[in-house]
């Protein structure tokens, strides 16, 4: 992490070396980056500092100071230099990103605007900005302003055609079968998770929950892959990391952060194999014709498909088309047809009966798959 006096200069290249895994790099994030291979990673997390710019302390009520972040790591003298260390970083994190990477970058509303249009002009491209809104954030002691009460996370890929991973049904999955959306509602970290010091205190102001690193791996990265985070702090992204069964590296050059992450790390038991499982994404899965499972006899020419209601039927061509007078052509034509919509999933809207029940194609689908 920086230092107020930090200039901006030149670097000499940096020796590269073989992909440090599961281990915690000491030093400048930018320098150590410089010394990894380049498209070696497969995700990169970064919690850079947030440059909170406070002036003076933040009191309680009754007297008391706020525990708030005002270490020398997050100090700058100022914008431009804060805007300079974040093209230096950004610059070997695109670097070392793989072409179908992506990063993501958390802050709040005093540094996540600059980092966004810095991460623009190094041609990354915003997938998404997910709103993490705090379940239990501090509150605004002075009563001069709203509680802040949320940060935001923007995740990029290194182009608008990078084919990244995205598990989107696992996701779905872990949100009681709805679609995740962009808003996350999670608690800040405390109690037990929360690291101390030897004196008992907070080991780092802006540590991040295991839920919310847990959500951002399991959404964008698979069981082995390699993920990067140049801010590692008291290392949630690695305890996460090796509780999913992904690789990881970190950053960091304050040795009481290192102390604290090396045995946090080191008590992180790993899942069992079979729990990292999670439900298959389709986009992955081998493309499947409907005409496949009329070729294959699980749907003979000559079937009756019907909607899960009955309310339509068609019969099964020899092409693989379906025959609804007036209506002829795909399992997805002649099913938007029928509901007057503009389009429509055929795998899910036609069924067929099988020992007296009906059964979606969608399931016919996942049986030839499985037959592979």
């Given at each position: 992490?920086?230092?107020?006096?930090?200039?901006?200069?030149?670097?000499?290249?940096?020796?590269?070396?073989?992909?440090?895994?599961?281990?915690?790099?000491?030093?400048?994030?930018?320098?150590?980056?410089?010394?990894?291979?380049?498209?070696?990673?497969?995700?990169?997390?970064?919690?850079?500092?947030?440059?909170?710019?406070?002036?003076?302390?933040?009191?309680?009520?009754?007297?008391?100071?706020?525990?708030?972040?005002?270490?020398?790591?997050?100090?700058?003298?100022?914008?431009?230099?804060?805007?300079?260390?974040?093209?230096?970083?950004?610059?070997?994190?695109?670097?070392?990103?793989?072409?179908?990477?992506?990063?993501?970058?958390?802050?709040?509303?005093?540094?996540?605007?600059?980092?966004?249009?810095?991460?623009?002009?190094?041609?990354?491209?915003?997938?998404?900005?997910?709103?993490?809104?705090?379940?239990?954030?501090?509150?605004?002691?002075?009563?001069?302003?709203?509680?802040?009460?949320?940060?935001?996370?923007?995740?990029?890929?290194?182009?608008?055609?990078?084919?990244?991973?995205?598990?989107?049904?696992?996701?779905?999955?872990?949100?009681?079968?709805?679609?995740?959306?962009?808003?996350?509602?999670?608690?800040?970290?405390?109690?037990?998770?929360?690291?101390?010091?030897?004196?008992g205190d907070k080991a780092h102001p802006t540590q991040k929950?295991?839920?919310?690193?847990?959500?951002?791996?399991?959404?964008?990265?698979?069981?082995?892959?390699?993920?990067?985070?140049?801010?590692?702090?008291?290392?949630?992204?690695?305890?996460?990391?090796?509780?999913?069964?992904?690789?990881?590296?970190?950053?960091?050059?304050?040795?009481?952060?290192?102390?604290?992450?090396?045995?946090?790390?080191?008590?992180?038991?790993?899942?069992?194999?079979?729990?990292?499982?999670?439900?298959?994404?389709?986009?992955?899965?081998?493309?499947?014709?409907?005409?496949?499972?009329?070729?294959?006899?699980?749907?003979?020419?000559?079937?009756?498909?019907?909607?899960?209601?009955?309310?339509?039927?068609?019969?099964?061509?020899?092409?693989?088309?379906?025959?609804?007078?007036?209506?002829?052509?795909?399992?997805?034509?002649?099913?938007?047809?029928?509901?007057?919509?503009?389009?429509?999933?055929?795998?899910?809207?036609?069924?067929?009966?099988?020992?007296?029940?009906?059964?979606?194609?969608?399931?016919?689908?996942?049986?030839?798959?499985?037959?592979?």
């Amino acid at each position: 992490m920086p230092g107020t006096d930090r200039a901006r200069r030149p670097r000499a290249a940096a020796p590269r070396r073989e992909l440090p895994l599961d281990s915690i790099l000491v030093g400048d994030c930018v320098a150590q980056m410089a010394r990894l291979p380049e498209k070696s990673v497969d995700m990169i997390f970064a919690d850079p500092p947030y440059n909170l710019q406070l002036g003076g302390d933040l009191l309680r009520p009754e007297g008391g100071k706020v525990d708030a972040c005002d270490d020398e790591w997050d100090k700058f003298d100022s914008l431009g230099a804060y805007d300079d260390f974040t093209r230096d970083w950004l610059a070997e994190a695109r670097r070392i990103l793989k072409d179908d990477g992506t990063i993501w970058v958390i802050g709040s509303y005093h540094n996540i605007y600059r980092v966004g249009a810095l991460l623009q002009d190094a041609d990354f491209w915003i997938l998404n900005d997910i709103v993490w809104r705090k379940s239990n954030p501090m509150p605004n002691f002075r009563g001069t302003r709203f509680t802040n009460a949320h940060e935001t996370l923007l995740w990029c890929a290194k182009d608008g055609k990078a084919r990244y991973t995205f598990n989107y049904r696992a996701m779905k999955a872990l949100n009681d079968d709805l679609q995740m959306r962009s808003d996350w509602l999670l608690p800040i970290c405390a109690g037990g998770e929360r690291c101390k010091d030897g004196s008992g205190d907070k080991a780092h102001p802006t540590q991040k929950p295991e839920a919310l690193l847990y959500r951002v791996l399991l959404a964008s990265t698979k069981p082995g892959d390699v993920v990067l985070d140049p801010f590692f702090g008291t290392g949630t992204t690695g305890a996460v990391a090796r509780r999913l069964g992904r690789r990881w590296i970190g950053i960091e050059r304050e040795h009481a952060y290192i102390e604290v992450a090396t045995a946090r790390i080191e008590a992180t038991l790993p899942l069992d194999e079979s729990a990292m499982e999670t439900v298959a994404d389709k986009r992955s899965q081998p493309r499947v014709a409907f005409g496949l499972l009329v070729e294959s006899g699980l749907v003979p020419p000559g079937s009756v498909l019907t909607d899960s209601k009955r309310r339509w039927s068609a019969s099964v061509r020899a092409d693989g088309s379906l025959a609804c007078d007036p209506h002829a052509g795909s399992i997805h034509k002649v099913g938007a047809a029928l509901q007057g919509a503009p389009s429509c999933n055929g795998w899910t809207f036609w069924h067929i009966e099988e020992a007296g029940a009906l059964l979606p194609i969608d399931a016919l689908r996942t049986r030839h798959l499985s037959g592979l």
